[in-house]
C-alpha cells in the first residue's frame, strides 16, 4: 500500500497505511458563546454534515415484527404520528391531531400516600387502540432504555425533569403548576409520537408495551434484563481525546450540531421575550379597557364612542391572549424540542468518537506489535546468519553483540540463555498480534456499521427537522394573521361608531 | 418633562411639539373672541421675535384693567381664604364634569405610553428574530432562501410597530396631552369666575355694613362697638360737640355708601357679564371637546386598522413562502 495515497483507515485493511486523510479546517472547534447576534463563529458548518453521502449503503428494510403494534407501526405512514400544520385550516387548534395523543393528566395517589401526576395516553390507529397510564418518571426510563439500546440512534428528548425556576418559585409545588403540567404533557405526546414514527425506534417491545398498558413498567424493564437507570453520564465528554485521523464527515456533524444548537438557542430566547411583551400588552390592555367603559359613563354624547373604543381594546385583548398562548405551544415548544435534541445528536456524535477512538488505539497496539515482531525476528535473523558464518569457519559460536536498551540488558544478565527467551518471545508476539487483528477487525467493522446507521439517522433527523421548521414557521404566520385579523374586526366596528358623532 | 431629560432638538420632539403648537392655534382659530384678538393679529404679523410691551397696551387702547380699589386687595386678601357664599349649582357641576373628564384623560395617557413602549420593544424584538432566522437559512442549505425571505420579511413587519408607535404618540397621546392642559385652562377660567362673585359678594357685605352702620348713628349718634365707645369718650373729654360728630360722621358713612353702591352695581354687572360669558365659554368647550375627541378616536382608530390590515397581509405573504420550507423527498432505495 502506498503510504502516500489518501485513503480512508477504516475502509483499509493494513494497519501500516500511517496514510493522513486530508481535510482542510476541520479540526474540533472551542464552542461557540452562547450570544451570537449575528453568526459570528468560526463554525461554518452547515446541514450539507448532515446530509446522506450517495454511496452510503441504504438501511436494510425490517422482516421480523415481534407484536401486532409492532407491524403496525412499521406500515404506517410518518405523518400519521407528525401531521404537518394545514394552511388552509385558520384555528391552530382545529388541526389535525397525531395518532398517539395524551390526554389527561391526574394527580393519582399511589400506596404510600404520595401524589404524583399520572399522563392518560390513548393510541388509535387504524383498528389498534390502547390506553395507558404512565408518570414521568416512567417515561423516563423508558427513554433511558431506548438510548441504551439504539447506541446508533439520536433518541427524541422528553421535557426535563425539573425546571430551575419553577422550584426557585415555588418549591415542591412546581410538579404541579398547571401551566408546566400542561408543557409537559405537550412535549411528552411529541416524544412518543417521535419514537413511535422512527424506523428503529418504533420497533423496540419495550414500547409497545409501554403503550399497550396491560403490563405495569416495572414489569417490563425487569423483564428486559439489566439496564442502565441512570442517565448516560455527560462527564466524558469533557475528556476525550482528539483522533488523529478525525474523519471528517463527523466532525462536521459534530461543529453543525453546535452551530444549530446555539443559533435555536437564540432564537428561542427572542421568542420568550416576545410573548413576555404580548403578556404585558394584555395586562395594560385590561386595565385600559376598564378606564374606557368608566368613561363612557360619565359622558353623554362622547358615550357610544369611548364604550367602543373600550370594546375594541377588549377584543385585542382577548387575541393577544390567544396569540401569545398558542406561539408558546407550537412555536416556543418545538424550539426547546430541538435544542434537546441537539445535545442527544452530541451524545450520540460522543460515543461515535469514543469507537473511532477505540478503533485507533487498537490499530496503534498492532502497529506496536508488530514493529516489535519485526525487531525481534531481525535480532534473530542476525544471530543465526552468524552463527552459520561461525560454523563454517570452524569456531564455537560466540555470544551475540550486547543488547541495547535496560530491559534488554537486564534480561540479558539474569537470562541463561537469550536465545530461547528470544524465540519465545517470537511466538507470543506472533500470537497477540493474530489476536488483535481478530480484535481490530472487529471493531473496524462495528465501527463502519455505527457510522453507516449514524449517517442515515442524521439524514432522517434532518428530514424530520425541516418539516418541523416548516410546521413552526407556518404556526406563527397563521397564528399572527388569526390575531391581526380579529382585532381588524374589532376596529372597524369602532371606526363605525366614531364616523357617527355628531359635531 | 422630556424638554428638561431628553433632547430639546431631536426630530421627534420637536416633531411632537410642533403638533401641540398647531393645536394651540387651531384652538384660537375657532373661537370667535380669541381669533379677533389685536394681540393674536400682532402675534401672527410678527415678523420679529418681541414680546407685548406696555405701549402696545395702550396702542391697542387696553381698557380690561378698570380700577376698581376692591379688586386688589379682593384678588389677594379676601379671595385667597374666600369661598363664595351662594355658589351656583350649574357652575359647580361645570367644574366637576371638567374634573372628571381630565382625571379620566389622565389616566389613559398613562397606559398609553406604556403600551406604545413596549410595543417599541416588540418591533425590536422582531427585528432580532427576522436576523436570526436569516442566519439560520445560512446553515440550513437545503432551505436558505424561504428562511432568508421570511428573516427579510420580518425586517419589515419590524417597521409597522415602529410606524404605528409614531402615529398613535404624535396625534393620539399628543391630542390627550393638549386637551389635559385645555381643561386645566377652562378651570381656571371657572375659577375668575368665582372670584368674580365673590368680589360682588364682599363688596355687598361690605355695604351692607355700612348702611347698617349709618342707620344705627341716625337712630342712637353713638359710634358703634368698643372702639367707638371710646372714640365718643375721647370727644367728650376733648369737648367736640356730639351733635356736630354725628353729623360728620354720617356725612362720611354717606359718601362711603355712595361709593360702595357704585362699586357694588360695577362688581355685579362685571360678575353677571363674566357668568354669561363663562356659559358661553362651556358651551364652546364642550362643542370643541366633541370636535377634537372625534378626530383623536377617529385618527386613533386609523393607525390601528393600518396596522392590522398591514399585518394580516404580511403574515398571509409570509404563509406561502414558509409553507414552501422542504427538502427534496429521500432517493428511491436502490437494491
Same mark, same amino acid.
Given at each position: 500500500?502506498?503510504?502516500?495515497?489518501?485513503?480512508?483507515?477504516?475502509?483499509?485493511?493494513?494497519?501500516?497505511?500511517?496514510?493522513?486523510?486530508?481535510?482542510?479546517?476541520?479540526?474540533?472547534?472551542?464552542?461557540?458563546?452562547?450570544?451570537?447576534?449575528?453568526?459570528?463563529?468560526?463554525?461554518?458548518?452547515?446541514?450539507?454534515?448532515?446530509?446522506?453521502?450517495?454511496?452510503?449503503?441504504?438501511?436494510?428494510?425490517?422482516?421480523?415484527?415481534?407484536?401486532?403494534?409492532?407491524?403496525?407501526?412499521?406500515?404506517?405512514?410518518?405523518?400519521?404520528?407528525?401531521?404537518?400544520?394545514?394552511?388552509?385550516?385558520?384555528?391552530?387548534?382545529?388541526?389535525?391531531?397525531?395518532?398517539?395523543?395524551?390526554?389527561?393528566?391526574?394527580?393519582?395517589?399511589?400506596?404510600?400516600?404520595?401524589?404524583?401526576?399520572?399522563?392518560?395516553?390513548?393510541?388509535?390507529?387504524?383498528?389498534?387502540?390502547?390506553?395507558?397510564?404512565?408518570?414521568?418518571?416512567?417515561?423516563?426510563?423508558?427513554?433511558?432504555?431506548?438510548?441504551?439500546?439504539?447506541?446508533?440512534?439520536?433518541?427524541?428528548?422528553?421535557?426535563?425533569?425539573?425546571?430551575?425556576?419553577?422550584?426557585?418559585?415555588?418549591?415542591?409545588?412546581?410538579?404541579?403548576?398547571?401551566?408546566?403540567?400542561?408543557?409537559?404533557?405537550?412535549?411528552?405526546?411529541?416524544?412518543?409520537?417521535?419514537?413511535?414514527?422512527?424506523?428503529?425506534?418504533?420497533?423496540?417491545?419495550?414500547?409497545?408495551?409501554?403503550?399497550?398498558?396491560?403490563?405495569?413498567?416495572?414489569?417490563?424493564?425487569?423483564?428486559?434484563?439489566?439496564?442502565?437507570?441512570?442517565?448516560?453520564?455527560?462527564?466524558?465528554?469533557?475528556?476525550?481525546?482528539?483522533?488523529?485521523?478525525?474523519?471528517?464527515?463527523?466532525?462536521?456533524?459534530?461543529?453543525?450540531?453546535?452551530?444549530?444548537?446555539?443559533?435555536?438557542?437564540?432564537?428561542?430566547?427572542?421568542?420568550?421575550?416576545?410573548?413576555?411583551?404580548?403578556?404585558?400588552?394584555?395586562?395594560?390592555?385590561?386595565?385600559?379597557?376598564?378606564?374606557?367603559?368608566?368613561?363612557?359613563?360619565?359622558?353623554?354624547?362622547?358615550?357610544?364612542?369611548?364604550?367602543?373604543?373600550?370594546?375594541?381594546?377588549?377584543?385585542?385583548?382577548?387575541?393577544?391572549?390567544?396569540?401569545?398562548?398558542?406561539?408558546?405551544?407550537?412555536?416556543?415548544?418545538?424550539?426547546?424540542?430541538?435544542?434537546?435534541?441537539?445535545?442527544?445528536?452530541?451524545?450520540?456524535?460522543?460515543?461515535?468518537?469514543?469507537?473511532?477512538?477505540?478503533?485507533?488505539?487498537?490499530?496503534?497496539?498492532?502497529?506496536?506489535?508488530?514493529?516489535?515482531?519485526?525487531?525481534?525476528?531481525?535480532?534473530?535473523?542476525?544471530?543465526?546468519?552468524?552463527?552459520?558464518?561461525?560454523?563454517?569457519?570452524?569456531?564455537?559460536?560466540?555470544?551475540?553483540?550486547?543488547?541495547?536498551?535496560?530491559?534488554?540488558?537486564?534480561?540479558?544478565?539474569?537470562?541463561?540463555?537469550?536465545?530461547?527467551?528470544?524465540?519465545?518471545?517470537?511466538?507470543?508476539?506472533?500470537?497477540?498480534?493474530?489476536?488483535?487483528?481478530?480484535?481490530?477487525?472487529?471493531?473496524?467493522?462495528?465501527?463502519?456499521?455505527?457510522?453507516?446507521?449514524?449517517?442515515?439517522?442524521?439524514?432522517?433527523?434532518?428530514?424530520?427537522?425541516?418539516?418541523?421548521?416548516?410546521?413552526?414557521?407556518?404556526?406563527?404566520?397563521?397564528?399572527?394573521?388569526?390575531?391581526?385579523?380579529?382585532?381588524?374586526?374589532?376596529?372597524?366596528?369602532?371606526?363605525?361608531?366614531?364616523?357617527?358623532?355628531?359635531? | 418633562?422630556?424638554?428638561?431629560?431628553?433632547?430639546? *432638538?431631536?426630530?421627534?420632539?420637536?416633531?411632537?411639539?410642533?403638533?401641540?403648537?398647531?393645536?394651540?392655534?387651531?384652538?384660537?382659530?375657532?373661537?370667535?373672541?380669541?381669533?379677533?384678538?389685536?394681540?393674536?393679529?400682532?402675534?401672527?404679523?410678527?415678523?420679529?421675535?418681541?414680546?407685548?410691551?406696555?405701549?402696545?397696551?395702550?396702542?391697542?387702547?387696553?381698557?380690561?384693567?378698570?380700577?376698581?380699589?376692591?379688586?386688589?386687595?379682593?384678588?389677594? *386678601?379676601?379671595?385667597?381664604?374666600?369661598?363664595?357664599? /351662594?355658589?351656583?349649582?350649574?357652575?359647580?357641576?361645570?367644574?366637576?364634569?371638567?374634573?372628571?373628564?381630565?382625571?379620566?384623560?389622565?389616566?389613559?395617557?398613562?397606559?398609553?405610553?406604556?403600551?406604545?413602549? /413596549?410595543?417599541?420593544?416588540?418591533?425590536?424584538?422582531?427585528?432580532?428574530?427576522?436576523?436570526?432566522?436569516?442566519?439560520?437559512?445560512?446553515?440550513?442549505?437545503?432551505?436558505?432562501?424561504?428562511?432568508?425571505?421570511?428573516?427579510?420579511?420580518?425586517?419589515?413587519?419590524?417597521?409597522?410597530?415602529?410606524?404605528?408607535?409614531?402615529?398613535?404618540? &404624535?396625534?393620539?397621546?399628543?391630542?390627550?396631552?393638549?386637551?389635559?392642559?385645555?381643561?386645566?385652562?377652562?378651570?381656571?377660567?371657572?375659577?375668575?369666575?368665582?372670584?368674580?362673585?365673590?368680589? *360682588?359678594?364682599?363688596?355687598?357685605?361690605?355695604?351692607?355694613?355700612?348702611?347698617?352702620?349709618?342707620?344705627?348713628?341716625?337712630?342712637?349718634?353713638?359710634?358703634?362697638?368698643?372702639?367707638?365707645?371710646?372714640?365718643?369718650?375721647?370727644?367728650?373729654?376733648?369737648?367736640?360737640?356730639?351733635?356736630?360728630?354725628?353729623?360728620?360722621?354720617?356725612?362720611?358713612?354717606?359718601?362711603?355708601?355712595?361709593?360702595?353702591?357704585?362699586?357694588?352695581?360695577?362688581?355685579?354687572?362685571?360678575?353677571?357679564?363674566?357668568?354669561?360669558?363663562?356659559?358661553?365659554?362651556?358651551? &364652546?368647550?364642550?362643542?370643541?371637546?366633541?370636535?377634537?375627541?372625534?378626530?383623536?378616536?377617529?385618527?386613533?382608530?386609523?393607525?390601528?386598522?393600518?396596522?392590522?390590515?398591514?399585518?394580516?397581509?404580511?403574515?398571509?405573504?409570509?404563509?406561502?413562502?414558509?409553507?414552501?420550507?422542504?427538502?427534496?423527498?429521500?432517493?428511491?432505495?436502490?437494491?
Amino acid at each position: 500500500m502506498d503510504s502516500s495515497e489518501i485513503t480512508d483507515p477504516l475502509t483499509s485493511t493494513d494497519p501500516l497505511s500511517n496514510s493522513i486523510v486530508s481535510h482542510a479546517d476541520e479540526t474540533p472547534k472551542q464552542q461557540p458563546e452562547e450570544e451570537i447576534p449575528v453568526d459570528q463563529s468560526n463554525n461554518e458548518a452547515t446541514s450539507v454534515a448532515f446530509a446522506l453521502d450517495p454511496n452510503e449503503p441504504p438501511e436494510e428494510p425490517k422482516v421480523s415484527f415481534c407484536c401486532d403494534l409492532d407491524r403496525t407501526l412499521t406500515t404506517m405512514p410518518k405523518t400519521l404520528f407528525l401531521p404537518t400544520v394545514s394552511v388552509a385550516i385558520t384555528d391552530l387548534r382545529e388541526q389535525i391531531k397525531p395518532a398517539i395523543t395524551i390526554e389527561d393528566a391526574n394527580k393519582v395517589h399511589d400506596m404510600a400516600g404520595k401524589s404524583f401526576i399520572a399522563y392518560l395516553i390513548r393510541v388509535d390507529i387504524d383498528n389498534l387502540r390502547f390506553e395507558s397510564k404512565h408518570r414521568y418518571s416512567e417515561f423516563e426510563s423508558l427513554r433511558n432504555l431506548l438510548v441504551h439500546n439504539y447506541p446508533s440512534v439520536a433518541v427524541p428528548p422528553i421535557p426535563e425533569k425539573h425546571s430551575v425556576v419553577a422550584y426557585a418559585a415555588k418549591p415542591g409545588k412546581a410538579q404541579q403548576d398547571p401551566k408546566i403540567i400542561l408543557k409537559r404533557k405537550r412535549l411528552l405526546q411529541s416524544f412518543l409520537n417521535r419514537v413511535a414514527s422512527h424506523p428503529k425506534l418504533q420497533g423496540c417491545h419495550e414500547f409497545h408495551l409501554f403503550l399497550k398498558g396491560e403490563t405495569p413498567w416495572s414489569d417490563i424493564v425487569n423483564m428486559s434484563g439489566p439496564v442502565i437507570r441512570r442517565k448516560p453520564s455527560m462527564a466524558a465528554l469533557v475528556e476525550t481525546k482528539i483522533l488523529k485521523k478525525p474523519d471528517p464527515t463527523f466532525v462536521a456533524a459534530e461543529d453543525y450540531t453546535v452551530r444549530f444548537s446555539n443559533q435555536i438557542t437564540f432564537i428561542r430566547k427572542i421568542h420568550k421575550k416576545i410573548v413576555g411583551y404580548y403578556v404585558e400588552t394584555a395586562v395594560s390592555s385590561m386595565d385600559l379597557g376598564a378606564l374606557y367603559n368608566g368613561w363612557s359613563l360619565t359622558e353623554q354624547s362622547l358615550s357610544e364612542a369611548i364604550e367602543q373604543m373600550g370594546q375594541a381594546v377588549d377584543s385585542t385583548l382577548t387575541a393577544t391572549n390567544t396569540l401569545h398562548s398558542v406561539l408558546d405551544e407550537r412555536f416556543g415548544d418545538c424550539l426547546s424540542e430541538y435544542i434537546k435534541y441537539s445535545s442527544a445528536i452530541q451524545s450520540l456524535l460522543q460515543t461515535r468518537h469514543k469507537a473511532h477512538l477505540e478503533f485507533e488505539q487498537i490499530s496503534e497496539s498492532l502497529i506496536n506489535k508488530q514493529q516489535q515482531l519485526q525487531k525481534l525476528e531481525s535480532t534473530e535473523h542476525e544471530s543465526q546468519r552468524l552463527a552459520a558464518v561461525l560454523a563454517v569457519e570452524g569456531q564455537p559460536p560466540i555470544p551475540l553483540p550486547r543488547p541495547q536498551g535496560f530491559m534488554a540488558q537486564l534480561n540479558a544478565l539474569i537470562d541463561n540463555d537469550p536465545e530461547a527467551t528470544r524465540r519465545g518471545s517470537i511466538s507470543k508476539t506472533k500470537d497477540l498480534i493474530v489476536s488483535l487483528e481478530a480484535q481490530r477487525e472487529t471493531i473496524r467493522l462495528q465501527l463502519l456499521d455505527l457510522n453507516s446507521k449514524i449517517h442515515h439517522d442524521l439524514d432522517r433527523f434532518q428530514r424530520q427537522k425541516v418539516s418541523d421548521l416548516r410546521d413552526m414557521f407556518v404556526s406563527v404566520c397563521l397564528v399572527h394573521r388569526d390575531y391581526h385579523r380579529k382585532a381588524l374586526e374589532a376596529w372597524r366596528a369602532t371606526k363605525e361608531v366614531v364616523e357617527k358623532i355628531n359635531t | 418633562m422630556e424638554y428638561v431629560t431628553g433632547d430639546r *432638538f431631536s426630530p421627534e420632539f420637536l416633531e411632537k411639539r410642533r403638533a401641540s403648537l398647531q393645536l394651540f392655534i387651531d384652538r384660537i382659530n375657532r373661537h370667535s373672541i380669541l381669533s379677533t384678538s389685536p394681540y393674536y393679529q400682532k402675534f401672527l404679523q410678527a415678523d420679529q421675535m418681541v414680546l407685548v410691551s406696555s405701549s402696545d397696551h395702550q396702542a391697542i387702547g387696553d381698557t380690561v384693567r378698570d380700577s376698581n380699589v376692591f379688586d386688589n386687595i379682593g384678588e389677594v *386678601f379676601i379671595n385667597a381664604f374666600t369661598k363664595v357664599k /351662594t355658589p351656583d349649582d350649574k357652575y359647580v357641576e361645570m367644574k366637576e364634569g371638567i374634573d372628571k373628564f381630565e382625571n379620566n384623560l389622565v389616566n389613559i395617557e398613562k397606559i398609553h405610553v406604556k403600551m406604545l413602549k /413596549t410595543q417599541t420593544e416588540l418591533g425590536h424584538e422582531f427585528q432580532l428574530l427576522g436576523g436570526a432566522i436569516e442566519s439560520l437559512g445560512k446553515m440550513e442549505t437545503q432551505i436558505t432562501e424561504p428562511l432568508n425571505e421570511f428573516g427579510q420579511g420580518l425586517l419589515t413587519y419590524a417597521q409597522l410597530f415602529k410606524d404605528k408607535v409614531t402615529a398613535e404618540d &404624535l396625534d393620539y397621546c399628543t391630542g390627550i396631552h393638549e386637551f389635559i392642559a385645555y381643561c386645566e385652562a377652562a378651570k381656571e377660567t371657572l375659577k375668575l369666575r368665582d372670584q368674580k362673585q365673590v368680589d *360682588f359678594e364682599e363688596l355687598t357685605r361690605f355695604l351692607n355694613a355700612n348702611s347698617s352702620e349709618r342707620d344705627r348713628t341716625m337712630s342712637t349718634g353713638k359710634s358703634p362697638g368698643i372702639s367707638g365707645f371710646f372714640k365718643d369718650k375721647i370727644n367728650d373729654f376733648k369737648g367736640v360737640d356730639p351733635e356736630k360728630a354725628r353729623q360728620e360722621r354720617l356725612s362720611k358713612l354717606d359718601a362711603k355708601i355712595d361709593d360702595l353702591k357704585t362699586a357694588v352695581n360695577q362688581s355685579e354687572e362685571t360678575a353677571q357679564k363674566f357668568s354669561t360669558q363663562v356659559t358661553q365659554e362651556f358651551e &364652546l368647550f364642550n362643542n370643541v371637546k366633541l370636535y377634537d375627541f372625534k378626530e383623536l378616536f377617529r385618527s386613533y382608530t386609523d393607525t390601528q386598522l393600518a396596522f392590522h390590515e398591514k399585518g394580516a397581509q404580511f403574515w398571509e405573504s409570509m404563509l406561502n413562502v414558509v409553507d414552501g420550507i422542504q427538502i427534496a423527498p429521500s432517493p428511491v432505495i436502490q437494491e
